[in-house]
Structures are given as C-alpha cells and as structure tokens.
C-alpha cells in the first residue's frame, strides 16, 4: 500500500506520536494551571464559560493520552509477531475496528468540536449578531457529522485495513478540511470586526495610541493562535492526502495543542490586561492631585483628547476588545 511505501512505519509513528503526545500534553498540564490561576485570580468576575470549557479540554486531552498509552502497551509488550515474522506492532496497529481505536478517534473529533465551537461563539461574541456564525455553526455541524462518520467507518474496518481505504478517505478528509475553513474563517471574521471597530475609534479621535497598541495585540493573539492550531492541521491533511503513515504522528500530537493554544490565549489576553491597567495607572499618576478631569487646553497635552471623547473612545475600544477574546465586561475596564 501506498502508506506502507512513505517512508516511516506504522509501528514508528505511533511511537513516535505518544513520545510528542506526552511532552505537549506535559505542556499543557502546566498551561492549564496557569489558566485557571489566570481565570480565578485575575478577573474580577469569573468567566466560568472559558473555566468549563478548558476543564473538558484537559479531560478529552488526557483521557486520549491514557488510551494511547494502553494502546502503546498492548502492541509493544502483549502483541505476539506472527509466524511469518510480521510484529505484532504492525498486526495490532493495522486493526481499526478495535474499540480503543475508535473510542480515542471518538475523544479527538469531541475535542476538535469543543475548540471550533468556543471559536464560533466567540465570533458572535464579537459581532455580537447571531448570523455572522450561522455559517461557522453549519461547518461545525458537519465536522461533527464527518468526524463521527469517520469512527463508524473505522469499527466496519476488516482486520489489517487502513485508514487509507476508499471508504473511509471522504470521511477523515471533510473532516480535516472542515475545521481548518472553521477555524480560518472564524479568525478572519475576529480581526475584520477588531479593525473595523479600531478605525470607527480613530475617526473619533487623531490621538489613540494606547488603544491601538491594544488593538494591535488582541490582532496578534487571535493569528498566532490560529495559524498555530492551522498549521497542524494543514500538516495533518497534507500527511493523509500523500497516504503518509506520519499522519498519525501529526493527529495525535492535535490533541493537546488545541488545548495549548487555547490556554494561550486566556494567559496572553489577561498580560495584555494587566499591562494596560499599569499604563492607565501611570497615566492617572500624572494628572494634577488638584484636577479631576482634564479641561480642554489644561491637562491635554498629556492626553490629546477632549474630555467627552476620551468616554466614548475608551468605552466602545475595550468591549470590543475583551469581549473579542475572553467576553470581558466593558464596565471592568473603564478609566
């Protein structure tokens, strides 16, 4: 078979994938601490969407790495090779229609669905329209149906089959697609409306810059995270397409990086948080102890907004903001 002639064994690249399982999901163990320290510590109103949604992030992640290891141990150590000298590695990996085999493609199509619907939402969070995610809603769905037809397809699977077969190929393949457009196009959604909203603020005001810094750096959260998670899932659909056996590396070290780069961002956005509440700190430091509000012409060379424009600016800059990545309440963030 062509997966047989791509160079890397099937034995090889499962090890391989457990070894890069392991230490990703290593990664995200400490990640994951780190959030939910973020989460309960660093807001004033805990976001109990993003804690529910990263606790059922770890759980599929590690329950994945524990079938993965039970799977390592059953065709490394309890596999017998055959008589005519084929490993028992090869024997055991080659079955799909075993239960653990789909049980753990069952958890990473979950896992998949968890991180492209918490993207989803947070595009209409953004836009705060209900539409602009009917489309995503849709790929959402058919990635779920694709990815669950792809675990029934593989329990039909004759013994030494591949995950290559003709039946199986439209399945993996609408899957991997489908939630690289979802996660593409939700992406691009995100920025256009931070951008939007960004150049409708500097209409109001010529003097901005610690808003568009903020601007700057919610845009390069949502791309670095998402050309993170894209990248391997372009690499995943590239491996399968060429009938490569690396495929399986690819997948299985999915799992926890979708988790990684959701923790990412809850860390990165609260970083950007505290260091904007330094500078507003700063800022105030500076007025005059005998000066409430800036008066236009006394106090604006520090500011270089009036008064009234200063409210507005900085209410509809930080909604936009927070709520693009974590729904932050703009009434938290008021200067």
């Known amino acids: 078979m062509a997966a047989s002639e791509s160079g890397i064994g099937l034995p090889e690249a499962n090890f391989l994938a457990l070894v890069l399982e392991s230490l990703l999901y290593g990664s995200f163990c400490v990640l994951f601490v780190a959030a939910i320290w973020a989460i309960f510590t ?14 059922t ?7 994945h790495l524990i079938l993965d290891v039970i799977r390592a141990k059953s ?8 008589p005519d000298g084929t490993p028992g590695s090869l024997v055991y990996y080659l079955d799909l229609s075993n ?3 789909a049980a753990k493609t069952a958890i990473y199509v979950t896992l998949t669905l968890v991180g492209d619907g918490f993207m989803i939402y947070r595009c209409y969070v953004v836009w705060g329209r209900w539409y602009m ?3 995503p809603a849709m790929m959402l769905c058919g990635t779920g ?7 029934y397809e593989f329990s039909k699977a004759a013994p030494g089959a591949q995950v290559f077969l003709p039946d199986i190929v439209p399945w993996v393949t609408s899957f991997i697609a489908l939630t690289f457009s979802t996660n593409v196009i939700c992406t691009a959604l995100i920025v256009t409306r931070i951008i939007s ?3 409708a603020i500097a209409g109001l005001s010529k003097v901005h810059l610690s808003r568009v810094n903020v601007s700057l750096k919610a845009i390069i959260i949502v791309t ?3 050309a993170l998670y894209s990248a391997s899932v372009l690499s995943l659909l590239i491996s399968y397409t060429l009938g490569s056996n690396g495929q399986y590396t690819v997948l299985d070290l999915t799992s926890p990086l979708i988790g990684i780069v959701f923790t990412l961002i809850i860390l990165r956005v609260t970083l950007v948080s505290e260091s904007e509440q330094i500078y507003s700190s700063i800022q105030k430091s500076t007025r005059p102890s005998n000066s409430r509000v800036p008066m236009a012409g006394t106090g604006s060379e520090h500011y270089g907004l009036q008064p009234r424009t200063t409210a507005v600016s900085v209410n509809v800059s930080q909604f936009t903001e927070r709520d693009s990545l974590d729904n932050k309440m703009a009434s938290n963030n008021m200067v």
Do not use: I
Request: proline share 2%; net charge positive; aromatic share 10%.
């Open 75 to 82: 065709a490394f150590v309890d596999a017998r090779q055959l």
């Open 42 to 55: 660093k807001r004033q109103v805990v976001n109990y969407k993003l804690f529910s949604t990263l606790m």
């Open 99 to 101: 239960p653990l085999q």
């Open 133 to 135: 995610g009917l489309v």
């Open 224 to 226: 670095e995270s998402a």
């Open 145 to 151: 149906l694709s990815g669950y037809g792809a675990t």
């Open 57 to 63: 992030m770890w759980v599929l992640s590690t329950v």
């Open 197 to 199: 909203v960004q150049r």
